[in-house]
């Protein structure tokens, strides 16, 4: 594979738009952007920007409509970081993040704006620009590319930050360069074999890495199109699919889960290619209902946000169920001990530890939290457990800080959900540890049941005992109406505790 180290994802784009300038790049329900157009776009977006704010980062609060890619590579024209704002957050979360980030300025849409109008910066719209610059004369392509040429960001230049929950609770900054993404995203569509032809449904949040490197810088590098949902219903994403001619899937699982079940209702005509699955672990029943509906392989793929997020995936090449997948060319993974730091055998349980150009530069005006994670040599400690085996196939089995220690035996919340989910009640399922006086943890359940099901916590336990070792069966079960949900529709764990 050629050295991909050395690009920004301005490149990525212009090597599609040269190629194929009048391919159809970003798509709508009401249209259709061309490669030409979404250059076009991009370079006129990053000349307002320049006019808006001399501050190194641009907030973008923004779903995931067709002027999102533009706004965010609009960003890099103008020599500027993307910072995607989760939607979801309040005003206190948003506020702490700009001043953190030192971002003056959040670009929005009209619909949008009233939410976030006290936020100490300035905020403008999409549409407002677009009023401005129909006021004056347009500057060509050519022009804007020369004007903007000192501005040109370098393989090393911050491309994007993106917050993410912090362990003290307040959000942390993940600095990702431009070679960290453009060299994540180009790997990973050589290793996947990512076709032209590929239309990628992209209905995950714009706030999200995978979502950024999966369904906007992938199809994008590779020459082919990304279909855009602004807001995650099940119904509404399949229509969108259909309407769309899309071929490729990329979602959490739970949103597989949701899909799946819709689709077994309502039949929609689709002719998917490929789905991949990423941003939590993929549970068995979920897989294979996919693709007993949906007739093609569901791949699981595994990274974080501090990886641009791609370290591993199965492909149609490659595969084998129940793991991640290979590592991606470029990115190195290994075992370790977290608590002698020593490198285990194959085939044993250790911290997942991950090293290449797509490891993040660091958190935002943290070194501190930034050394914890990422050794003097380049690599960087994932938190996440798992283990090698003799093929290269890495599986995971849990968070680190999520492993439950039953009388000095490890139990991953995951593998106790995936158990839990075999029973023909279960609709959703939580898992995590209790303090015991005995046996230091025992295994909590939390279970919200399928519509018109029943189950006992006696009957859910005794399920167990026929799935899973004695020390990892749950001593209870509490039944609830419904789980805390991240964004993405991941269930939080942490606020089961």
Known sequence: MADNTNLTLLDLLERSRQRSPDAPAVLGPDGTLTYAQLHAQALGLGAAFTQLTQKPVVALFLPMIPAFPGAFFGCHYAGKAAMPLNLLLQGEDLAYILGDSGADTVVTIDLLKEKIKGLPAKIVTLEELKAKAAQSPALEPAALVKMLAPLRPKPESAAAFLYTSGTTGRPKGVELTHRNLASNTDSAIQFMQFSPEYRVLACLPTFHTLAITATVLAPLAAGGSLFTVPQFRPEGVLQAAEKGGCNVFVMVPSMYRLVTRRQEKDQHPLKLKLAVAGGEPLPEEVRTSFERVFKVPLH??????????????????????????????????????????????????GEIWAKGPNIMRGYHNRPEETAKVRSTDGWFRTGDMGMLDAEGYLTITGRLKEMIKVGGEMVFPAEVEDALHKHPAVHEVGVIGEKDERKGETVKAFVVLNEGKQATADELIAHCRNELAPYKVPKTVEFRPELPKGPSGKILRRLLK
């Open 300 to 349: 699981e793929g595994y990274g974080l946000t501090e990886t641009s997020p791609v370290i591993a995936f199965n492909t149609s090449l490659a595969s084998k169920p129940g793991t991640v997948g290979k590592p991606i060319p470029g990115v190195a993974v290994k075992i370790v001990d977290p608590e002698s730091l020593a490198a285990v055998e194959q085939g044993k349980t």
